[in-house]
């Protein structure tokens, strides 16, 4: 079967190269030159996909990465898998998506199955997607629902054996969704409609963001209350029913959570219902980055200025490179809007924004732990004996006791 996927991002990849190993035709595509000519070197930039594994695909024209949206004129399934963030006012943005499908529309082949991977608000694909093919395109095509979900880094969960949730607007497309997606994972969840699947995709993280907001508010409470929130969270856990552990944070980043509330806070004030649980979540971790900093500065003599802080890890999260929406970012500003004097070390992100990450130095005033990568070796803090406060949303032991 010939495939084309639309987006080589963390998820576009991880899928095309999926695809491809179960032995479709996967024709990648994307508007980033630079980007599909790196991967045509064989250059991978997500997390469980090896050089030699990419290099081999295309070699056997198992997968072409192209910035040539005709290629996608011989393909069966067309798979949509582009980024759908947050404009300057924190609501949906479409114009990936929108991008996307103006660009295939008219070269699409008549019975054509479109999946949507892209996260987005339940009725996207029925009033967005399907509408916007039939303005460009007057084949009659099928539609469906797939939502991603991938998790760069995991080494549990993967394309395969993640259960994936599909819904078509027709009897027909599910069916034909349901085939397709059978030949690369192993269990596959129907539901009744696009907008269960949309929804169940935005509940998954709107869930963990109202966990991860209410951690973050308990870590609060306990530091004025005197004890580390980390501490009775570790404690409450021992409980075997009726609690799930969640660990305060400095916020949340990712191309998820961040994001996916607001697009079911979107939709459902569209409706006419207020999201309350999901905005006061979304001000509460927003908020944490400008809490902790003024927390650091209390822990510091109530002052930042001249003070020298190096920041451990500045990804999103562990074992990944990915930046977007990462939370250390904004505790880098409010440290520096604070008077402190900041670096950086990830041996994943090499550089960021014209800065460059830069070795562990023992000679600071303060080390702060975010994203620990196994890459990073702490025993240059640990000898020196330099002061450290562990920010990471984990319960692992790093050398110093948790900060939150």
């Given amino acids: 079967m010939v495939v084309t996927v639309i987006g080589l991002g963390y998820v576009g990849l991880t899928l095309s190269v999926g695809i491809a190993a179960a032995g479709h035709k996967v024709i990648g595509l994307d508007s980033n030159s630079l980007l599909v000519d790196q991967l045509r070197g064989g250059k991978t930039h997500v997390p469980g996909i090896s050089q ?81 093919f039939e303005k460009y395109s007057s084949y009659v095509l099928n539609y469906a629902s797939a939502p991603e979900r991938v998790d760069p880094g ?30 690369f994972c192993k269990n596959i969840h129907t539901v009744s409609s696009p907008e269960i699947a949309e929804a169940a995709k935005l509940f998954e993280n709107t869930f963990r963001q109202i966990n991860i907001a209410l951690v973050n508010e308990f870590s609060n409470i306990a530091s004025t209350l005197g004890f580390l929130a980390s501490d009775a969270i570790k404690a409450a856990a021992t409980k075997p029913f009726g609690f799930m552990p969640f660990f305060p944070s400095i916020g949340v980043g990712g191309h ?38 003024f ?39 409010e440290l520096k809007n604070l008077g402190a004097k900041t670096s950086w070390f990830d041996p994943l992100v090499t550089s960021y924004n014209n800065e460059h990450s830069t070795p562990l130095n023992p000679n600071i005033d303060l080390g702060l732990i975010i994203s620990p ?12 004996g330099t002061k450290v406060f562990d920010l990471s949303a984990n319960s692992n032991d790093y050398g110093w006791p948790k900060f939150l």
């Fill in 52 to 132: 030699s594994q990419l290099i081999s695909l295309i070699n056997q024209d198992k997968f072409t990465p192209t910035i040539d949206p005709n290629l996608v004129s011989k393909s069966e399934v067309v798979i949509i898998a582009v980024p759908t963030p947050l404009d300057n006012q924190r609501k949906p943005d479409l114009n990936y998506l929108q991008t996307a499908i103006e660009s295939v529309a008219n070269k699409i082949q008549d019975g054509a199955l479109i999946v949507n991977e892209s996260t987005s608000y339940p009725g996207t694909l029925r009033n967005f997607i399907k509408p916007l």
């Fill in 154 to 183: 995991n080494n549990e969960w993967n394309l395969e054996n993640t259960p994936r949730v599909i819904a078509g607007l027709s009897e027909n497309a599910t069916k034909s969704a349901v085939e397709f997606y059978s030949t």
């Fill in 256 to 293: 998820c959570i961040p994001v996916d509330p607001s697009y079911l806070s979107y939709i459902a004030e569209k409706a006419g219902i207020k999201a309350n649980f999901i905005n006061l979540a979304n001000q509460t971790n927003l908020s944490m980055a400008k809490n902790i900093a």
């Fill in 295 to 333: 927390r650091i500065k209390d822990e510091l003599g109530g002052t930042l200025i001249d003070k020298y802080i190096q920041i451990a890890g500045i990804a999103y999260k562990s074992g990944v490179s990915d930046m977007r929406e990462s939370p250390s970012l904004n505790l880098i500003r």
């Fill in 373 to 384: 990568h196994e890459q990073i070796d702490f025993s240059t803090w640990i000898s020196a």
